[in-house]
């Protein structure tokens, strides 16, 4: 579900955000992450660029 949007303090899966202000990218690893403020300009918006993919390590 690429593109989908969410506001600073949002609890999202893992993944790779956007700010939509300056196009900064965060990496998140864990799922029910808070997204923070971009510290590059201040925004509050983000998109997701990329979900990450759930190895399937268990077998």
Same mark, same amino acid.
């Given at each position: ?5 969410? /506001? /600073? +303090? ?13 196009? *900064?990218?965060?990496?998140l690893?864990?799922? *029910? ?9 201040? +925004?509050?918006?983000?998109? /997701? ?6 190895s399937?390590?268990?077998?």
């Amino acid at each position: 579900m690429s593109g989908d949007r969410f /506001t /600073t +303090g949002s609890e999202v899966p893992c993944g790779v955000y956007r700010c939509n202000a300056c196009a *900064k990218q965060i990496d998140l690893h864990e799922d *029910k992450t808070k997204l923070p403020q971009c510290s590059a300009c201040g +925004g509050f918006s983000w998109r /997701t660029k990329r979900e990450c993919k759930i190895s399937d390590s268990t077998k």
